[in-house]
């Protein structure tokens, strides 16, 4: 069964680095997507990518983040300047149809920063 | 942002029993969808409700769609060890992309 694949598992880095989050949705799949859970709290939304362009974003998803798909597989998730604040399980996940509909979510990288 | 509010927040039940979850919010939601996350994974799609007052069964899951749109139930029957987890359900409002989640219900199972 095709599924959403997300490298690496765990990412520890130190507070002020930049790290990049890396995502390969599944191949038919138009819309992409970026949420986060911090530890005991609920997953929340950052940025949805349609197009080559992002269709949306919370206010969390501020200059400091960005999204990029290099290439036909691979869909990135980059953070700047890492804060504390940062770490927390960020889930890709890929539909096929219009908006946020049958969403899939790969496994998570849990990124640390110290 | 369109807050869910999802009960209980834990339940630990024994084998065979039966339960239900909720969802409910003072929002209306153009759909609502349930998923599974289990320790370590991404959520899961279980099942999406579209239209107020829909059920959708799938297997010993029964979803229930509230009719002004803004709640929903899940039900299992005979629950079991495998159902263990942590249930979240997720709004979608008329526009946007974005889905909204709730805290979710932590599920045990015990034999």
């Known amino acids: 069964e095709p599924e959403v694949t997300q490298t690496p598992s765990h990412q520890v880095t130190q507070m002020g680095q930049e790290v990049i989050l890396r995502c390969v949705p599944i191949?038919?799949?138009?819309?992409f997507y970026w949420y986060r859970q911090i530890l005991g709290q609920k997953v929340e939304f950052l940025v949805s990518?349609?197009?080559?362009?992002?269709?949306?974003k919370s206010e969390i998803f501020d200059d400091q983040f960005s999204v990029e798909r290099p290439d036909g597989s691979n869909f990135t998730l980059k953070i700047r300047s890492t804060k504390l604040e940062d770490s927390a399980m960020y889930f890709c996940?890929?539909?096929?149809?219009?908006?946020?509909?049958?969403?899939?979510f790969g496994s998570g990288t849990q990124l640390s920063v110290l | 942002t369109q807050l869910l509010e999802q009960s209980p927040q834990f339940l630990s039940i024994q084998e065979g029993e039966n339960l239900t979850v909720y969802c409910n919010s003072s929002s209306v939601f153009s759909s609502l969808q349930w998923y599974r996350q289990e320790p370590g994974e991404g959520p899961v799609l279980l099942v999406t409700v579209v239209t107020g007052g829909e059920v959708k069964k799938l297997k010993r899951l029964t979803f229930q769609f509230g009719d002004a749109r803004k709640d929903s139930s899940l039900h299992i029957t005979a629950a079991q060890p495998g159902d263990t987890g942590l249930y979240l359900c997720?709004?979608?409002?008329?526009?946007?992309?974005?889905?909204?989640f709730g805290k979710g219900t932590s599920l045990l199972v015990t034999p």
């Open positions: 996940a890929s539909s096929e149809g219009l908006r946020n509909e049958k969403l899939f």
């Open positions: 997720a709004g979608a409002g008329f526009s946007g992309y974005a889905l909204n």
């Open positions: 191949s038919n799949h138009l819309y």
């Open positions: 990518f349609y197009n080559n362009e992002i269709s949306e």
